[in-house]
């Protein structure tokens, strides 16, 4: 399963990278706001940090809007995937974004029609928001399962990008369903690193080697 940090920090892009941890990233309008500086440079500098996939995010909702954003942000690099709504401009700006070669992933899914038609109109990927779903009493988990069984009868070369992920069961939960790519923020990512007893057992290998050296 492919890992995407969801966030704009550079600092926090850079940090996991040098890990070797992260295949991509997802931005949004809201995640670029929160950052310092131009959004327009912080883009810039994101896609030549990342080697894989970089959502960039249109904030128009028209058709006409979305293929002027699509075209300008594909400028930032190669390797920029064009985020649209799943509305029926967007599926509309997909398809023809698509036919020029220009990869989209269409967010705010919440359904698995919805998922089947973005996988219709030629999306890289889709993304379920699963943790919105969870807010409001529904599974969002089983969205996964669902979209994933119907995938799996067709030919469809969409990518399933889950996304609005809380905690780290999260990703072992898409990861046991088999899930292409989990984006996730930077708070998340940080709690897979750790468990209480691996820092036991440094502590404990610390201590008996200091013992040892002052012996």
């Known amino acids: 399963?492919?890992?995407?940090?969801?966030?704009?920090?550079?600092?926090?892009?850079?940090?996991?990278?040098?890990?070797?941890?992260?295949?991509?990233?997802?931005?949004?309008?809201?995640?670029?706001?929160?950052?310092?500086?131009?959004?327009?440079?912080?883009?810039?500098?994101?896609?030549?940090?990342?080697?894989?996939?970089?959502?960039?995010?249109?904030?128009?909702?028209?058709?006409?809007?979305?293929?002027?954003?699509?075209?300008?942000?594909?400028?930032?690099?190669?390797?920029?995937?064009?985020?649209?709504?799943?509305t029926a401009d967007g599926l509309r700006a997909c398809k023809t974004l698509t036919s020029e070669d220009i990869p989209v992933n269409v967010t705010l899914v919440f359904s698995v029609n919805q998922a089947l038609l973005a996988a219709k109109s030629g999306a890289r990927y889709v993304s379920p928001f699963i943790g919105r779903l969870d807010d409001i009493g529904e599974d969002g988990m089983q969205l996964i399962e669902d979209i994933d069984e119907v995938f799996s009868n067709y030919d469809f070369e969409t990518e399933i990008l889950v996304a609005s992920v809380r905690h780290p069961m999260h990703v072992i939960e898409a990861a046991k369903i088999g899930a292409d790519v989990v984006t996730l923020p930077p708070a998340v990512l940080e709690k897979m690193l750790h468990h209480p007893l691996t820092d036991i057992g440094l502590a404990n290998f610390l201590a008996d080697w200091k013992k040892k050296s002052s012996s």
């Not at 890990?19 to 810039?44: F, Y």
């Not at 942000?73 to 709504?85: A, D, I, Q, S, T």
Request: glycine share 8%; hydrophobic share 35%; net charge negative.
């Open 1 to 86: 399963m492919k890992i995407f940090l969801d966030t704009a920090n550079l600092e926090s892009i850079k940090k996991f990278n040098d890990m070797g941890l992260l295949d991509g990233i997802t931005t949004n309008p809201t995640l670029l706001s929160r950052e310092q500086g131009d959004p327009a440079e912080a883009m810039r500098e994101i896609t030549k940090i990342i080697d894989g996939d970089v959502s960039l995010e249109v904030v128009s909702t028209e058709y006409s809007g979305m293929m002027e954003e699509g075209r300008n942000l594909r400028k930032y690099g190669e390797n920029v995937v064009v985020k649209v709504p799943m």
